[in-house]
C-alpha cells in the first residue's frame, strides 16, 4: 500500500519561512511528478509547485522567488521550502505524486494525495 505523509506545517508570522516534507512509502516502481497544492478557505484546491523526475519545476505565479520545490529521489521524498510567508498563503497543503506502484501482481500507474498539512501565516 502506497502512503504519502506530509510534515512541516504550521503557524507562522508574516514573512516567516516553513519547509514541507513529504514522503512516498510503499511499494514503489517508479515515482513520477511530485507536487504540492493547497487550499484556503472558501477557496478551490491550486497547483502550489511541481517538479518532475528529472528535476524540471514549476510554481504558481503567486508563490514564484519566495517558494523552492526539490525532491530527494533516493528518499522518494518532497520538499517544499517557503520563505516570506504572506496571510494569504494560509491554506492546507496537499502533497500530490504521479507515481506506479507494483501491489502484487503486474503495475499500477496513480495518482496519490497526501493528508494535508496546515500553514497558517499571522499578520
Known amino acids: 500500500q502506497v502512503q504519502l505523509v506530509e510534515s512541516g506545517g504550521g503557524l507562522v508570522q508574516a514573512g516567516g519561512s516553513l519547509r514541507l516534507s513529504c514522503a512516498a512509502s510503499g511499494r514503489i516502481f517508479e515515482l513520477n511528478t511530485m507536487g504540492w497544492y493547497r487550499r484556503a478557505p472558501g477557496k478551490q484546491r491550486e497547483l502550489v509547485a511541481a517538479?518532475?523526475?528529472?528535476?524540471?519545476?514549476n510554481y504558481a505565479d503567486s508563490v514564484k522567488g519566495r517558494f523552492t520545490i526539490s525532491r530527494d529521489n533516493a528518499k522518494n521524498t518532497v520538499y517544499l521550502q517557503m520563505n516570506s510567508l504572506k496571510p494569504e498563503d494560509t491554506a492546507v497543503y496537499y502533497c500530490?505524486?504521479?507515481?506506479?506502484?507494483?501491489?502484487?501482481?503486474?503495475?499500477?500507474?496513480?495518482?496519490?494525495w497526501g493528508q494535508g498539512t496546515q500553514v497558517t501565516v499571522s499578520s
Open positions: 500530490n505524486a504521479d507515481l506506479v506502484s507494483y501491489p502484487g501482481t503486474g503495475y499500477n500507474p496513480r495518482n496519490y
Open positions: 517538479v518532475t523526475s528529472s528535476g524540471r519545476s
